[in-house]
């Protein structure tokens, strides 16, 4: 398998339920993304991780929780979330290091429903 | 202001024609620009990086970057139906080695 998949591709949630969103890359990048992609809105990068260290949270609520256990895995879990957060999540990898960024290679996203 | 700003759209090009897809961006420091394609309920999909003022070409794409006046473009010629989608500027923010900030993409709409 090559690239970056995510799962599940559909979740359907309630608001009080507990579940997880997984990104695996195969490409041997180093630093992963959590963006969620709103309708008609840009995409919001929400977690960055350089090295399974997270460098970057954007104001992200308590209730997306990441966890990068290591450089090829990346996981956001999610509990107790509101209708507003039904979102298109992507996961992306990119190969960091100056002077550039390097591209970032996107999943196929985890569309998420809050019922 | 917005970071990075594009003409939503749709944009309507007929078939064949060249279709100019516009990016401009607020950070003057910015170093790397990219374009994604994104089709309807799909993931981003690369298709040109450009880091240099100037033109680049890979085969009907053609980025074009001009720092000066914070602004670049995607030109797509001889376009094709294939082609409907939306267009997704990226921007690598100084002083974060790997933080890409989006527009809110432009969608193209090719015309048989």
Same mark, same amino acid.
């Given at each position: 398998?090559?690239?970056?998949?995510?799962t599940?591709?559909? $979740?359907?949630?309630?608001m009080?339920?507990?579940?997880? /969103?997984?990104?695996?890359?195969?490409? %041997?990048?180093?630093?992963?993304?959590?963006?969620?992609?709103?309708?008609?809105?840009? /995409?919001?990068?929400?977690?960055?991780?350089?090295?399974?260290?997270?460098?970057?949270?954007? #104001?992200?609520?308590?209730?997306?929780?990441?966890?990068?256990p290591?450089?090829?895995? $990346?996981? $956001?879990?999610?509990?107790?979330?509101?209708?507003?957060?039904s979102? /298109?999540?992507?996961?992306? #990898?990119?190969?960091?290091?100056?002077?550039?960024?390097?591209?970032?290679?996107?999943?196929? %996203?985890?569309?998420?429903?809050?019922? | 202001?917005?970071?990075? &700003?594009?003409?939503?759209?749709?944009?309507s090009?007929p &078939?064949?024609a060249?279709?100019?897809?516009?990016?401009?961006?607020?950070d *003057?420091?910015s170093?790397?620009?990219?374009?994604? *394609?994104?089709y !309807?309920?799909k !993931?981003? &999909?690369?298709?040109? !990086?450009?880091?240099?003022?100037?033109?680049? &070409?890979?085969?009907?794409? +053609?980025?074009?970057l001009?720092?000066a006046?914070?602004?670049? !473009?995607?030109?797509? *010629?001889?376009?094709?139906?294939?082609?409907?989608?939306?267009?997704?500027?990226?921007?690598?923010?100084?002083?974060?080695?790997?933080?890409? +900030?989006?527009? +809110?993409? +432009? *969608?193209?709409?090719?015309?048989?």
């Open positions: 398998e090559t690239g970056v998949t995510q599940p591709r559909h $979740l359907v949630m309630g009080t339920n507990k579940k997880s /969103l997984k990104c695996e890359q195969h490409l %041997g990048h180093n630093a992963m993304y959590w963006y969620k992609q709103s309708a008609k809105k840009p /995409l919001e990068l929400m977690f960055v991780y350089n090295f399974k260290e997270q460098t970057e949270n954007n #104001s992200v609520p308590s209730r997306f929780s990441p966890e990068c290591n450089s090829s895995h $990346l996981f $956001l879990h999610l509990h107790t979330l509101q209708p507003e957060d979102a /298109l999540y992507l996961c992306a #990898s990119s190969q960091m290091g100056p002077p550039r960024a390097t591209e970032a290679f996107f999943g196929q %996203g985890t569309r998420l429903t809050v019922v | 202001q917005k970071e990075v &700003e594009q003409n939503s759209g749709p944009l090009v &078939e064949g060249i279709a100019s897809l516009n990016c401009t961006y607020s *003057r420091v170093q790397s620009f990219f374009w994604y *394609r994104q !309807s309920g !993931s981003p &999909e690369l298709i040109m !990086s450009i880091y240099s003022n100037g033109d680049k &070409e890979d085969g009907r794409f +053609t980025a074009q001009n720092k006046s914070q602004y670049v !473009s995607l030109l797509i *010629r001889d376009s094709q139906p294939s082609d409907s989608a939306t267009y997704l500027c990226a921007v690598k923010s100084a002083g974060t080695a790997s933080k890409l +900030t989006f527009g +809110t993409g +432009t *969608r193209l709409q090719v015309t048989l």
